[in-house]
């Protein structure tokens, strides 16, 4: 089955605390990305990546980092989570189709205490 | 100004009606138009999309966007309970730099209920 998986689903942590958030694709899309979801603010798109070794901020990058050292793969590291980074994160891919069609992960929940 | 606003709601209707959820835009150079849903606990899923003006239907679901009024629309026909779910709206320019990059409304939450 075609999909972006992302780990952990839920995760409660502290503030300071390094945390990675995986997102693994099995489509061979070149195109990878990271989005926040918040009330009332929508998805936002953090970092994304054209291919392999090629990444660019997106619109609230601060905070967070990312690497695309395969293609499959698309960490989201937070190397000192603050509060205002608790949020709804999700992973998303897409091939080069014109369409800029993105396939969505099923999301992770992060609260920052 | 947000460059894509849209009414949050929520919006409640009854089983069968015809629901009517829009998003109006700024960006001139957006060029592809989706819709997304979004159930509870889940990621978005593309539901429909379209490149440039026009309409587009798929099934019970219609497509709309006039670009001379910067203005994207998406109609249910027959409306079930299973279409209850968040939309979202969603817009980017054609290809280059902003390949993948789609901009997207607040999503409006809609409840159909039987």
């Known amino acids: 089955e075609a999909q972006v998986t992302q780990n952990p689903r839920y995760l409660i942590t502290v503030t300071g605390k390094k945390l990675t958030v995986t997102c693994s694709q099995n489509?061979?899309?070149?195109?990878m990305s990271w989005y926040r979801q918040d009330p009332g603010l929508g998805l936002r798109q953090i970092y994304y990546?054209?291919?392999?070794?090629?990444?660019d901020k997106g619109d609230v990058p601060e905070g967070y980092k990312v690497s695309r050292k395969e293609k499959r793969n698309f960490p989201l590291i937070l190397e000192s989570p603050s509060p205002n980074q608790t949020s709804l994160y999700f992973c998303?891919?897409?091939?080069?189709?014109?369409?800029?069609?993105?396939?969505f992960g099923a999301g992770s929940r992060l609260t920052v205490l | 100004q947000k460059e894509v606003e849209q009414d949050p709601g929520p919006l409640s209707v009854p089983e069968g009606a015809i629901v009517s959820l829009n998003c109006t835009y700024s960006?001139?150079?957006?060029?592809?138009f989706m819709w997304y849903r979004q159930y509870s606990r889940k990621g978005p899923e593309l539901l429909m999309y379209t490149y440039s003006s026009g309409n587009k239907e798929d099934g019970r679901f219609t497509a709309q966007v006039d670009k001379s009024s910067k203005y994207i629309s998406l109609f249910i026909r027959d409306s079930q309970p299973s279409d209850s779910a968040t939309y979202l709206c969603?817009?980017?320019?054609?290809?280059?730099?902003?390949?993948?990059?789609?901009?997207f409304g607040q999503g409006t939450i809609l409840t159909v209920h039987p």
């Open positions: 489509m061979n899309h070149e195109y």
């Open positions: 960006n001139s150079a957006f060029q592809y």
């Open positions: 998303a891919s897409s091939s080069w189709s014109g369409a800029n069609v993105l396939t």
């Open positions: 969603a817009m980017s320019p054609a290809g280059g730099t902003s390949y993948g990059k789609l901009t």
């Open positions: 990546s054209m291919n392999v070794e090629v990444t």
